[in-house]
C-alpha cells in the first residue's frame, strides 16, 4: 500500500462541472501539498496546508487531519484545468511522499 | 535567469557513460531536490540539500551523486548510465525544507 494514495486516478469531465479530487496518506505528517502537472510537463505548487481549507481562485484544497485525508476542489471547471494533480506529504526529515498523481481531462 | 533551470532540456545517452544534469535557481532558496518521474511511480527523491555544502539521500540515491559547493548550483551526476535511469527528471528548490517548493523544467533522460 502507497503512503499516499489519490483517487481517482483519471477523471474526465464536462467543462463547468465542479471536481473532486481525493488524497489520503498513511503517514504522520506536518504539511500537504498539492501540485499540477501540466501537459508540457512543468510542475507548479498549488496549496501547501497543514489543517483546514484554502482557496486560490477556483481552486479550493482541504484537509482533515485526524482522518487522513485532503481534497483538492475545482468549481466551474475549464478545459484550461486539464492537467495531473498530484498530492504530496511532508512528514519531515527531507521526505516529501507523492501521490501517484490524478490525470483530470475537462472536455469543452 | 528567473527561478530555476535545468539543462539539458532532454538527451540521449548511451549506457555506461557519465553525465551531469545541472540544476541552478537564482531565489537564493536554501534547500534543493533532485527527483525523478517514471510512468505509474510518480515522483521520487534522489538526493537532496538543506543548504549549501551539505547533501542527503533520499529515496532512490543509487547511481547517482550530487554536489552543493554554493547556493545557486545542484548538479546531479550519473556515474555510469544504466537504461534502468531512463526518466524525466525534475529539480526542484524551497527557501527551507517542508514548506513550498519550486520546480525546473525537468530533463528527459534516455539511457540507451
Known amino acids: 500500500k502507497n503512503e499516499v494514495e489519490q483517487s481517482p486516478q483519471n477523471l474526465t469531465a464536462q467543462e463547468g462541472e465542479f471536481i473532486t479530487i481525493n488524497c489520503s496518506y498513511s503517514?504522520?505528517?506536518?504539511?500537504l501539498h498539492w501540485l499540477q502537472q501540466h501537459p508540457g510537463g512543468g510542475i507548479v505548487s498549488l496549496f501547501m496546508?497543514?489543517?483546514g481549507k484554502k482557496k486560490h481562485g477556483r481552486l479550493i484544497a482541504t484537509i482533515n487531519i485526524q482522518e487522513k485525508h485532503s481534497s483538492l476542489h475545482i468549481t466551474a471547471s475549464h478545459p484550461r484545468d486539464s492537467a495531473v494533480y498530484i498530492c504530496?506529504?511532508?512528514?519531515?526529515?527531507?521526505?516529501?511522499?507523492f501521490g501517484q498523481g490524478t490525470r483530470l481531462t475537462i472536455n469543452p | 535567469i528567473a527561478g530555476i533551470t535545468q539543462a539539458p532540456t532532454s538527451q540521449i545517452l548511451a549506457a555506461g557513460r557519465r553525465m551531469t544534469l545541472r540544476c541552478t535557481q537564482d531565489?537564493?532558496?536554501?534547500?534543493m531536490y533532485w527527483y525523478r518521474q517514471d510512468l505509474g511511480l510518480g515522483l521520487r527523491l534522489i538526493h537532496y540539500?538543506?543548504?549549501?555544502?551539505?547533501?542527503g539521500k533520499g529515496e532512490v540515491p543509487d547511481g547517482y551523486s550530487v554536489s552543493r559547493a554554493n547556493t545557486d548550483d545542484f548538479p546531479l551526476t550519473l556515474a555510469s548510465a544504466v537504461p534502468s535511469q531512463t526518466s524525466v527528471y525534475f529539480c526542484?528548490?524551497?527557501?527551507?525544507?517542508?514548506?513550498?517548493?519550486?520546480f525546473g523544467p525537468g530533463t528527459r533522460l534516455t539511457v540507451l
Open positions: 540539500s538543506n543548504t549549501a555544502g551539505t547533501t
Open positions: 503517514v504522520g505528517i506536518s504539511a
Open positions: 496546508l497543514s489543517s
Open positions: 526542484a528548490s524551497s527557501d527551507e525544507v517542508g514548506v513550498t517548493q519550486y
Open positions: 504530496a506529504a511532508y512528514g519531515g526529515a527531507q521526505k516529501l511522499v
Open positions: 531565489m537564493r532558496h536554501n534547500a
